[in-house]
């Protein structure tokens, strides 16, 4: 994992929240479009495809996302 002070964070990345202590941002562009959707963000077992900070673990990040009320 990379350490924090590594990690660039923009003035229009969006915290959504934290996975265990870890920040998890998303970003501004893609926030747009995502606003109204709730994610949630899980670890299954398996291999992701690509590049991933969690294939070492034999797990992968998967995010799930429902629809809420649009204005």
């Known amino acids: 994992m990379l350490p924090r002070r590594r990690i660039e964070i923009g003035a229009r990345d969006v915290l959504l929240g ?6 998890f941002y998303i970003g501004g562009d893609q926030y747009e479009r995502w606003r109204h959707t709730r994610l949630t963000l899980d670890v299954v077992r398996g291999r992701g495809s690509g590049f ?4 070492p673990e034999g797990v992968r990040f998967l995010i799930r996302s429902d629809l ?3 204005p």
């Open 18 to 23: 934290h996975v265990g202590d870890a920040p």
């Open 52 to 55: 991933s900070l969690e294939a």
């Open 68 to 70: 809420c009320g649009v």
